[in-house]
């Protein structure tokens, strides 16, 4: 293995590309911070008895794909696997449940870890951005989040997606579907581990991919037939709502979701350009997950999108975003008295919020010039000897080529006019 090569299953993000994650990640949380959702951020990692309790004892997640590890002192921890968890931990931790103003709306960005099988789209160290409203339970909310999360997908340019929706009941009709699914299941000819599975998570095996057990699956007893009227009803209501925000959405009775604490509302967008990857993004709700964890009641609901995802997702759909050259002027000196002078114009035009770089090292016009061009720069800023001894700078555009020359003192000025 090289020196040189990033861990299986992980990957750098460096310029130019880099700037499209960052554009993503920013076009995900516009309408989010629009929303009233709050900034949070928690540890990289967790004690693991969170996870475990809180994502689940039977879920892939937490028996096969956790980095869970004892540190010197002794402590449990693992590698944060989904951000749900912790920023429930948090709120409570921060009580900011009991501040009387509920729901509380929280968003994060950042990097999670997943022991996986790596492959295009999966990742064992990729990115979300994610969403929670925790403590109120309100199918408006519901549909708020599943409306900003196609809001996101748009505002990137995203069109070949589609939003997954489902309800997987709550504590009252999902025991009932769970026991009568397990009279089913038992019925069929299923491997050890997929037996194991029908007494421990019985709704997983309905996600099974393989075509020999969704054969089996044709007649198996949804989950949609068991709904209470009360889980009906709220359903109901996001769909309607949804509906009459003209977010178009599939049902999908099948829809089970890979982590255990879903409770009624679930969903998933799809892009359809991504093979089996295809998930960009999920949530749901999740009544119980406080209590799971040892805290009050606080019905929420929330979701992730993968950021390595929706890029993959607007290579697929061809879709280049139109990003500001991270440069706008490059200043280029031509010997010692201009390198002092032009290096000051540098930090004032900067301090004018003007994005400004400047040819390091004492290169060679030519030389300079190039790297002028390659900074995606609008002007550069050019000085030798004798048009600091007039006072001036040449400020050259460089998709004409067109050149002025410019008093020293009128520099940010004429910077701004020039690439207004
Ligand atoms: P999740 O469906 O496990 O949900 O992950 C959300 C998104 O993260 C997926 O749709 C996918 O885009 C991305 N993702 C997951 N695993 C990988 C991977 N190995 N490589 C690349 N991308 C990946 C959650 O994590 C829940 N916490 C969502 C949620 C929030 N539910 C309620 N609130």
Partial sequence: MSTFQAPKGTYDLIPPSSATY????????????NSGYGYIETPGFENVELFARGVG???DIVTKEMYAFETKGGDKLALRPEGTASTLRAALEANLHKGGNLPVKLWYSGSYYRYERPQKGRYRHFSQVGAEAI????????????????H???SLGLSDFRILLNSLGDKECRPVYRAALQDFLRGLELDEETRRRIEINPLRVLDDKRESVQEQLIGAPMLRDYLCE?????HEQVRELLTAAGVAFEDDPKLVRGLDYYTRTTFEFVHDGLGSQSAVGGGGRYDGLSEMIGGPALPSVGWALGVDRTVLALEAEGITLDLPAATSVYAVPLGEEARRVLFGKVTELRLA??????????????NAMKSA????????LVAGERDLAEGLVQLK????GEQTAVALDAVVDEVRRALA
């Fill in 57 to 59: 004892e039977s879920t």
């Fill in 373 to 380: 061009n390659r900074s995606g720069a609008r002007l550069a």
């Fill in 397 to 400: 555009d460089l998709q004409s």
């Fill in 135 to 150: 403590g109120v339970e309100d199918p408006a909310l519901d549909a708020e989040l599943i409306i900003l999360a196609n």
């Fill in 152 to 154: 996101s997908y748009r």
């Fill in 230 to 234: 009360a889980c009906k009803t709220y």
């Fill in 353 to 366: 919020g003007v994005a400004t770089d400047f040819a390091y090292g004492g290169k060679g016009l030519k």
């Fill in 22 to 33: 960052l554009a993503v990640r920013e076009a995900i949380a516009a309408p989010l911070r």
